[in-house]
């Protein structure tokens, strides 16, 4: 199948604007007719669901927590993007743009990535309007912070809380549509496998997780709102139930997986403190806007952070990277740390950690400011200290509170010890422009597809495409499919094909339970993480990832005669939960290590060790590799499939953020 | 302090919702710097490989913010320290040797599904009842054209922290979901955004507590000392206030 992107023709400043109002309509009569599901509840999937019942149209929403607003998008900490230039510092819809096209290293579609940026203002506006409290300045304007790979300040934030306000505005939404009978909600349902009719997405088969039971519900399409695959290294920053096992069943049935290797490691985590570790916690990048980044200049300096004066310490990132200084994106500061601890200079008893210390801001930005708005003159440190303290706990107090609680450490008196961690999947279900997988029908929103990131995600983006799929783009895509679907009567949930689904869902349980090994799912998990972690991590190499896939195919065999699922089918059973989870990511990792072995380039998060340059940056090769690998699912193996990138707005060149 | 410790677990056991629950003991060695959770994730691991079926429990981001876990430990929701959930409590605040207690959420309203997980769909059903603003998608005016004062925006958010853990509700002698209620309510009442539907919105909220089963409030005060989020008892009174204001203009 030759893959069409399907971005529409004329200036990418007017692709979108041309697209609404041209694309067909669906009538307020015929969409009451017209059944949607949208699998996933986060900011995708609220948004996307209760926009297209308010639009009238019928919708059944899945999740597999216990309520819709305890999607995983709920941890998101930090912040939202979006052009306003609120702060008049020079911020458009092409800052942001290029900003990410850049930022993800020339790996993302200009089309759909500027589309982001246009919708990006109407979100804000959205979210306001829904009654999200955003922080405020004193004048009662909106206030903004800065992220990583921008000069600009165009992040809008809830404290340390932004995911769960935004996540709390869309779930209200949704469950007014609820309220009004608009959509109907599963919780504690999963879905296992998606039915195809006539080569269309046509339904799912969900399990009950209640009641164990299997179920077969019929929608005129499918949206996967299923999130991220992070989990599939075990230790990251996603919450545990995180999972790919939505977005893998669409793939075996033939959804191709976009750029599965494209990774974020998150360079800002609480360090791992031991074997029973069971995730990190991520400390949010905002804090990169006040923490100053910092090894000791000496291999193995033991002292307490405190006592090592400041020309002994190595602020690495303003060294390395003047311009941007600690604000450079995520792949590279991860980078930079690992390259540090490699060399013997990190800290803590592990050695694998670096400081992120406010002391300096605390003192000079925010105690100064505060002393002279007080008419405190000449101030001693102490005193600068203890009014810097308060500002910086108005703006990261939840964050330094769990820092203090995980580690047992107050981060206002010594600085955090931080190192990177899985964080977010640039990769996922490849989707055109109208976020329309390879199955007609089927579609994947927020951050289960691949779209707008590239090689790597700018901070405070994922919340902003999450909305922008959900509450502008999907309602209007959308419309393009179903406007065609109007004759198309409801189709029994007896029809041959959910017969056929609902039996391969079945057999799949029955084969893990019937295995009755010794081992738990989760020391499968565990084993997998480490294999992902150590040769499909922060740096690859040919030789690491070809072990890894050995490795991987070697474990998978072991789980299916070893792995021992407790307790019965048809009843509450996380154990069975996880278990059809971990077959999945077994799955998964495979394909993840052989797209990066493909790629035989360094691009973002996708660091490949034979491929950099002389100072250890990362070394794209756009003649080979300036293409979206897609692949799509042959059984026992796949086949690639290439959308090439065309840049016809940006100049592409080496990322620089010196 | 990296020693171990040996605890021994008193877990509340109950097949499902209709069943009759017990306790029952376990043996396990934890360390200081695990959390709460983690310490159960190892005795699971022990119980899978012994054959024995693992304890239920509900958890998911572990750290604080998504709601999901709920265990009452030696009696108290979210166990012995202010301010913090399940998941985020560690075993330092527990000594080596100690026996701890650990049971689900308590209410009618939240029945057991399973051992240490319990159904708390009520909480959906009155959010759904009102706990929301009516703006259709695409309906909103410029984010920046209504001025909200930084104290407003302040305590609204501070209400709006809530998490919807259920933890209030498991540590009221009444059961009364008034804080997680009050809480909505005062986020939206704060906001100009919230206005048109100040009325209309708490009596059908409240509508929706009393019908789901949550006991009265009697002003004991154990839900906001429970309350991992620390939403302060003020909102309970600005409930009050909101729904009497709401019944006086007839709503
Ligand atoms: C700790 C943390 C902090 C972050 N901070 C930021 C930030 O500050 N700014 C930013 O822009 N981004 C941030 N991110 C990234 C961002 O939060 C996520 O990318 C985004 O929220 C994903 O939203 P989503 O709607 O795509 O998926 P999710 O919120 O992950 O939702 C997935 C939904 O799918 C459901 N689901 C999954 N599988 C199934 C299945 N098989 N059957 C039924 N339901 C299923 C789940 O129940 C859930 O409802 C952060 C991420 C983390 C981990
Ligand atoms: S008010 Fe507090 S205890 Fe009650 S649900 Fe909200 S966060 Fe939990
Ligand atoms: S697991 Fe999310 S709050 Fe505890």
Redesign the pocket.
């Known amino acids: 199948m030759k893959l069409d992107a399907k971005i529409p023709q004329g200036p990418v400043s007017e692709k979108w604007n041309s697209y609404k109002s041209s694309v067909p309509l669906v009538n307020p009569a015929n969409k009451r007719n017209l059944e949607i599901i949208v699998?996933?509840?986060?900011?995708?999937?609220s948004s996307a669901a209760s926009t297209l019942a308010e639009l009238g149209y019928k919708v059944k929403a899945?999740?597999?927590?216990d309520s819709?607003r305890r999607?995983?998008?709920i941890?998101?900490?930090?912040?939202?993007?979006a052009a306003k230039n609120y702060q008049n510092d020079g911020d458009s819809v092409h800052r942001l743009f290029y900003d990410t096209i850049k930022g993800g290293d020339f790996r993302a579609r200009e089309g759909n990535v500027h589309r982001l940026a246009e919708v990006s203002v109407n979100i804000i506006d959205q979210c306001v309007a829904a009654g999200v409290p955003f922080a405020r300045e004193y004048g009662g304007t909106l206030s903004n912070r800065s992220f990583g790979g921008t000069q600009v300040q165009r992040t809008f934030y809830a404290a340390g809380q932004?995911?769960q306000q935004l996540?709390l505005g869309a779930y209200s939404g949704l469950e007014r549509q609820v309220g009004l009978g608009n959509v109907k909600m599963y919780s504690r349902?999963?879905?296992?496998e998606l039915v195809i009719i006539d080569g269309k997405a046509r339904g799912i088969i969900?399990r009950n997780l209640v009641t164990g039971k299997l179920e077969r519900h019929f929608g005129h399409a499918v949206l996967l709102?299923?999130?991220?695959y992070g989990n599939v290294f075990y230790l990251s920053?996603?919450a545990m139930?995180?999972?790919v096992?939505?977005a893998w069943k669409a793939h075996r049935q033939g959804a191709y997986f976009g750029n599965p290797c494209f990774t974020q490691i998150h360079p800002t985590c609480i360090p791992v403190s031991g074997h029973y570790q069971s995730k990190l916690t991520?400390m949010?990048?905002s804090l990169r806007n006040d923490g100053r980044i910092w090894v000791p200049k000496k291999q193995g300096d033991d002292r307490h952070p405190n006592d090592i004066p400041e020309e002994e310490r190595d602020y690495y990132l303003e060294r390395r990277y003047p311009a941007f200084g600690n604000l450079v994106p995520r792949d590279i500061a991860s980078r930079a740390a690992k390259e540090r601890c490699d060399a013997g200079y990190g800290v803590g008893s592990s050695k694998m950690a670096v400081y992120l210390d406010f002391r300096y801001n605390m003192v000079n930005k925010y105690g100064r400011a505060e002393a002279s708005k007080r008419g405190i003159e000449n101030p001693s440190e102490d005193i600068l200290v203890a009014l810097g303290k308060e500002v910086v706990k108005e703006q990261y107090g939840n964050l330094f509170d769990m820092y203090k609680q995980i580690t047992d450490e107050d981060p206002y008196e010594a600085p955090m010890r931080i190192y990177p961690a899985v964080?977010?999947t640039m990769g996922g279900l490849w989707v055109d422009y109208e976020l329309q997988t390879t199955v007609p029908g089927l579609y994947a929103?927020?951050?289960?597809n691949f779209s707008d990131h590239g090689a790597n995600r700018l901070?405070?983006?994922?919340?902003?495409q999450?909305l922008a799929d959900g509450y502008f783009v999907i309602p209007y895509t959308i419309g393009n499919y179903l406007s065609k679907e109007i004759h198309t009567k409801p189709i029994t949930t007896d029809h041959e094909a959910f017969v056929a689904a609902e039996k391969i869902a079945n057999d799949r349980i029955q084969q893990l339970m019937n295995i009755n090994g010794k081992r738990s799912a989760e020391s499968y998990h565990r084993e997998l993480g480490l294999i992902m972690w150590d040769k499909c991590g922060m740096a690859r190499n040919e030789a690491g990832l070809k072990q890894a896939i050995s490795e991987i195919r070697a474990l998978r065999e072991d789980f299916y005669k070893n792995v021992r699922v407790p307790g019965k089918v048809e009843e509450f059973n996380p154990e069975l939960d996880k278990a059809g989870r971990v077959a999945d990511f077994l799955e998964l990792g495979e394909l993840m290590c052989i797209d990066a072995l493909d790629r035989n380039e360094s691009c973002g998060g996708h660091f490949r060790e034979e491929y950099q340059t002389e100072e250890g940056e990362a070394m794209r090769d756009d003649d080979k590799y300036a293409y979206v690998s897609a692949w799509e699912y042959k059984g026992s193996d796949w086949q690639l499939h290439k959308e090439e990138l065309n840049y016809e707005n940006i100049k592409v060149q080496q990322r620089s953020y010196k | 302090m990296n020693h171990d410790m040996n605890i021994t677990l008193k877990v509340w056991r109950q097949e499902n919702t209709n069943a009759s629950g017990r306790f029952e003991e376990h043996k396990v060695v934890a360390n200081p710097d695990m959390s709460f959770l983690e310490m159960f994730d190892v005795l699971n691991e022990q119980l899978i490989e012994t054959g024995k079926e693992p304890i239920a429990f509900d958890h998911d981001c572990r750290?604080g913010i998504c709601g999901m876990c709920s265990m009452v430990i030696n009696g108290r929701p979210h166990g012995p320290k202010r301010g913090v959930t399940t998941c985020q409590l560690h075993m330092r605040s527990f000594k080596d040797g100690d026996t701890i207690t650990v049971e689900p959420w308590r209410a009618n309203a939240f029945p057991v599904i399973k051992d240490l997980s319990v159904n708390r769909g009520a909480f959906d059903r009155i959010i759904s009842a009102g706990g929301f603003v009516s703006v259709n998608t695409g309906n909103a005016v410029d984010a920046n054209a209504i001025l909200i004062p930084k104290e407003v925006a302040d305590e609204a958010f501070e209400a709006a922290t809530c998490i919807g853990c259920g933890a209030c509700v498991s540590a009221c002698k009444n059961a009364s979901a008034m804080l997680f209620v009050g809480a909505k309510v005062t986020q939206l009442a704060k906001l100009p955004q919230g206005q048109p539907e100040r009325e209309t919105r708490v009596v059908a909220m409240v509508n929706q507590m009393d019908a789901e089963g949550f006991g009265a409030c009697t002003n004991t005060g154990a839900c906001s000392a429970e309350c991992p989020k620390q939403i302060p008892l003020s909102v309970i009174a600005n409930l009050n206030k909101e729904y009497y204001r709401a019944k006086m203009n007839g709503k």
């Not at chain 1, 349902?189 to 296992?192: A, N, Q, V």
């Not at chain 1, 709102?225 to 991220?228: A, L, N, W």
């Not at chain 1, 901070?459 to 902003?464: E, K």
């Open positions: 699998v996933g509840t986060g900011l995708a999937g899945f999740c597999f927590q819709p999607a995983h998008s941890a998101a900490q930090g912040g939202i993007n932004t995911g996540l349902h999963e879905m296992i969900a709102c299923t999130g991220g920053t996603n139930g995180s999972n096992t939505a991520l949010s990048e964080h977010y929103l927020g951050e289960a901070g405070a983006s994922a919340l902003m999450g | 750290e």
